[in-house]
Nanobody
Framework: VQLVESGGGLVQPGGSLRLSCRVS????????MSWFRQAPAKERELVAT???????DYADSVKGRFTISRDNDKNTVYLQMNALELEDTAVYYC????????WGQGTQVTVSA
């Protein structure tokens, strides 16, 4: 099983990024997919979840700014991040949950002026 994130980078406050997580080695459509993030010296936190039934949840801190989506044909989950803030700086990880849990290796997002 592999989860490979991409799309991170350096962006100014107010900017946008789209993260992708391509999954292989499992039945992607069966899995709940989530994005987490971990900032320096902080615990990893849940950012957004996209359940296999289609419902989504977001952390209060990103509601209205981030959108999680998935393409089951491409085995990929996305995180569209708009109106980025300095506090969004973190390593972003995708996670797949069903019978077992799998993590990606993470992609760095840095919001800086």
């Amino acid at each position: 099983v592999q989860l490979v994130e991409s799309g991170g980078g350096l962006v100014q406050p107010g900017g946008s990024l789209r993260l992708s997580c391509r999954v292989s080695g499992l039945s992607f459509s069966r899995y709940t997919m989530s994005w987490f993030r971990q900032a320096p010296a902080k615990e990893r936190e849940l950012v957004a979840t996209h359940r296999r039934g289609g419902t989504t949840d977001y952390a209060d801190s990103v509601k209205g700014r981030f959108t999680i989506s998935r393409d089951n044909d491409k085995n990929t989950v996305y995180l569209q991040m708009n109106a980025l803030e300095l506090e969004d700086t973190a390593v972003y990880y995708c996670r797949a949950d069903f019978v077992r849990t799998y993590w990606g290796q993470g992609t760095q997002v840095t919001v800086s002026a």
